[in-house]
Every structure is written in C-alpha cells, then in structure tokens.
C-alpha cells in the first residue's frame, strides 16, 4: 500500500476503472487522490483538487462543518459524518449542487489515517423519482377532480385506492375503505352474485379493458342502498399483479329524476285521453240541442217569418247563422277528438281514389269558383283512406278558400317518391301566409281571419296534422304572401306491395 501512494500509479489506474467517484483524503481533510469518476461527477481534473480540501467540493452547510466533523471523529471515534450511503449533496466546479450518494470508509496506511469516499450522483435518479412523484401527483389530482367515484381494487379484492367522489358516494372516510374487502359496500343481497362476477370478470382473458356499464346497487356506510352505473377495467401492474380499477356513478338522482318523469308522462297521458273523452262527449252530446235550434229557427223562418218585423227577421237569421256556425264547429270537434281512436283502418288503396272522391265533394265548389285544377297520377298508397282523403279535401278547400277576390284559383296536387316516405303536397295560388305564421295555423283554433272575412273554424289544419301524424308523417307549409302557398305531408309507405 505505500507502495501505491508513493509510486501512484498503479492505484489510480485501478480506481479509474471504477464508475463510483472515488475521492481519498488525509486526517487534514486534504485531498490526496481523485478518480476518473470524480473528475466526471464534479467536473475538476485531479491536478485542480489535489493538496486542497475536500470541503471544495460541498456546498454549505457541509462546506463549513466539514473540518469539525473530521476532528471529531478522530477524537472521539463517533461517525457522525462516515457513514453508509447517506445522501447529501455535492458541489461541482460549475458551482451546481447536485444529490449524491456517499459512503466513508477509513484505514490506516503507512500509520496515517486515510479517508476514502465513494460517491455517485444521483441527480438523474433524482429526476426520474421526481418526475414519478409529479406524476403520480398529477394522477391523484385528476382522480380527485373527476366528478365520478374512482377506486382501484387488487386481485384479493382489497381496495387499494378511492377518490373524494368514491368517498361521497359511499359516506366513508379514506382511511375507512383503504385495505377494506370490496365486499364492505354491496349490500348483503348481492354479495353471492357479485363474487361470481367478478371471479368471472378476473378470469375472462384477451381484451384488458371491459366496461360493464351496468345498473348495480351499493351499500352506504349507514346500511342504505344507492343505485350505481359501474365501468370497470383491469390492469397488469408492473409486479405482474392485476388490479381492478371501478368508476363509480351514483344515480339516486338520474333514476328519482327518471321515475318522476315516467309518472308524469303517464298522468299527462292520462289526462290528454280524459281531455279527449270529455270533447268527444260534450261535443255528442252538443249536437243534439245544436240541431234542435237550427231546425226550429229553419222552421220559425218558413212558418212564421210574416209576423216578424224587419228587426224580428234581422234577428232571426242571426240565430240560424249562429247555429250553422256552432254545428260546424261540434262538427269539427268531433272529427278531431274521433281520430286518435280511429287510426286501426290502415291499408293499401288506389290513390286515384282520393283524386276522384274529393273532387266529387268539392264539385260545387269548384264550378262556383272556376278553379283550375291539375293533379300528378296518384300511385297504390298505404293508410287509412277515408283520414287521407279528409287531409287532402282540407288543404284543396283552403286554397279555394283563401284567395283575393276575382282570384282564379288554381290547384295543383303533386306527389313525390321520398324513400321510405311519400310526399303529397297542395300548392295554390292564393293569398299566402306570413312566414311568422306558418307553424301556428297548425294549432287548434288559430286563424289568421276574422269570421266575416272568410269562414272557418280553425281545426280544418289541426286536423291534417293529427292525421299526418296517425301515418307516422309529418305536415308543414312554404308560402309567398300575395303569391301563394305549398302544404305538404308526408306518409309512410308500407313495404313495396305500395310500389
Ligand atoms: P279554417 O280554415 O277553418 O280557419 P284551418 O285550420 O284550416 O282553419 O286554417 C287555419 C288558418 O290558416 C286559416 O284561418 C287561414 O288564416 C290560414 N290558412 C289555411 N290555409 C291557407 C291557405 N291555403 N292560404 C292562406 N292561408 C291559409
């Protein structure tokens, strides 16, 4: 060995073999060799450090303490600073401070006391440890953020892992659930089906990720139950280990919300088939008075007529126009509240039926009014023909109906092949509706004159719309004001015997 410090040689090349900076100093604390490694860690050549003290290459507090602890070891025997793989840190010539990791040893060479440190830098290791930890922080936040409950689960059934949600959802505190059997929240019921699932679930290779997406129940810590939606998926862990990771919805609120609903689309349901009853009902029973009055006004008319006065006469026909128009009116309410239950006679007829049978019913009114009308060839159709018939004849009256005067109406009733649909329409060449208009004349009772313009009701539209509707179509208007308008529909075709 004092062979080795006097000489030097063989030593040093033996020490640069080595990848731990190795750093000799005397009692003095001064440096008296500096392996290849050393140069490499703290970036001074052997000539630059040698002779001079070892505290060069510590930042503070080391730097200042160092000479002390030295002395103190050496009287007192205690190794406060020699140690084993004690981290601290070392400063480079660049002046950075880095971790690193050093262990002391100390022999006796030649009767004086040699110090050897090893050292190794731990600045990479202490990136990479830092980057896990930044890491696994940012995955504990983004756990915690997310609104849904998070828990991981290991191949026991161990929970291992649980976010705030979880927490929430559950009523439990943290330290309650970690290292618990998964079991603690299912509800006793379920406890058998569970376990065959997830034995199931555990065994079934191939695909990694499997949500299941399902309507479980949980078990509060209180005993209650609450209704989840569960996603699960496992992973392998890098120890080869599987882990179970759950998502956890609660959906007390979705399922109450949901419930609520379905109750009040029952009782809507209700209530708008009670609704109709009740117009089908009174408007029945209406008619009967309705038609006494008009036939005994019509007969006070023809009998009695020459002992009214002119104002008695005036009268007169007001009651029997008012009756007319309160006939027309029942007359209307009940064709509307008949047609929901009057949608089971769907079948394939000829569409030039319809042509024909509402230009037989409109005959008069077509001669008095010199309508031009044209018509494209109708094919086989599919619905219930007498409810066409009456949507068609609606929409043909109103554009006769609607019209300026000395108008010559012309009508058009077009048909078009749309797929799955046909597409009827009627265009006139009538007065037209503003387009702020042209979805509320579909309502019931919604005119856009006034009963001495031009008479009507207000359901003929509503009408054509239930009726659409009964054949699963749709109804909607373009128009022009002052040049026209275009109602179309649409009905379902039936398989192709409606080709
Ligand atoms: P009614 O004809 O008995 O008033 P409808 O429900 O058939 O009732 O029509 C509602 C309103 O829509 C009518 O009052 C009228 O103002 C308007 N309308 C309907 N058809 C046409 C049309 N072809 N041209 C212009 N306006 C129309």
Not at 272 to 284: M, Q
Request: net charge negative.
């Amino acid at each position: 060995m004092q062979n080795v410090f006097e000489g030097n040689v063989p030593l040093n090349t033996v020490l640069d073999t080595v990848l731990e900076g190795i750093v000799m100093i005397n009692s003095r604390g001064e440096i008296l060799s500096f392996n290849k490694a050393a140069t490499q860690i703290f970036g001074y050549q052997p000539e630059e450090v040698m002779g001079l003290n070892v505290n060069m290459l510590m930042p503070e507090p080391y730097h200042s303490e160092h000479g002390a602890y030295i002395h103190n070891y050496l009287e007192t025997g205690s190794r406060k600073v020699i140690g084993i793989g004690r981290e601290v840190s070392g400063r480079r010539k660049s002046g950075e401070v880095f971790p690193m990791e050093l262990g002391v040893n100390d022999m006796i060479v030649g009767e004086k006391r040699v110090f050897v440190g090893i050292i190794r830098d731990m600045t990479a290791q202490k990136n990479a440890e830092n980057a896990l930890r930044g890491e696994s922080l940012r995955l504990l936040a983004i756990m915690n953020a997310a609104p849904g409950g998070i828990m991981t689960v290991d191949i026991t059934g161990t929970i291992t892992s649980v976010n705030t949600s979880l927490l929430k959802i559950f009523d439990y505190e943290e330290s309650e659930l970690i290292g618990q059997k998964i079991e603690v929240l299912i509800p006793e019921q379920y406890l058998s089906k569970h376990q065959q699932d997830m034995s199931q679930y555990m065994l079934a290779g191939g695909a990694r990720q499997m949500a299941l997406g399902r309507d479980v129940v949980g078990k509060r810590k209180d005993g209650s139950v609450v209704p989840l939606e569960i996603g699960l998926s496992k992973t392998k862990l890098p120890d080869g280990k599987m882990q179970v990771i759950a998502a956890v919805q609660d959906c007390s609120l979705r399922k109450s919300l949901e419930s609520q609903r379905e109750r009040l689309i029952q009782k809507l349901a209700e209530s708008n088939t009670k609704l109709e009853r009740f117009a089908y009902i009174a408007s029945h029973d209406m008619l009967e008075p309705i038609r006494m009055i008009t036939n005994f006004s019509a007969l006070i008319k023809s009998d009695y007529e020459s002992l009214l006065d002119e104002e008695g006469k005036e009268y007169l026909d007001v009651v029997i126009n008012s009756g007319g128009r309160l006939k027309d009116m029942v007359d209307d309410l009940l064709a509307y509240s008949r047609l929901e239950s009057d949608n089971t006679q769907m079948r394939d007829f000829d569409g030039q039926e319809l042509v024909s049978g509402l230009l037989g019913n409109l005959r008069r009114l077509i001669e008095e009014r010199g309508v031009e009308i044209t018509c494209d060839q109708f094919p086989t159709l599919y619905g219930n023909p007498v409810q066409l018939l009456r949507l068609l004849q609606n929409l043909v009256a109103n554009g006769i109906k609607y019209q300026p005067e000395n108008n010559v109406p012309r009508i058009h009733m077009g048909i078009q092949d749309q797929g799955d649909v046909w597409q009827l329409s009627v265009t006139d060449n009538g007065m037209g509706i503003k387009p702020e208009y042209l979805e509320q004349v579909f309502e019931p009772f919604r005119r856009l004159h006034s009963w001495d313009q031009i008479q009507g009701v207000g359901l003929g539209l509503s009408i054509c719309k239930k009726i659409a509707e009964n054949h699963s179509g749709r109804i909607w208007a373009t128009s022009t004001p002052g040049r026209g308008s275009v109602f179309a529909f649409t009905i379902r075709k039936y398989a192709l015997t409606n080709q």
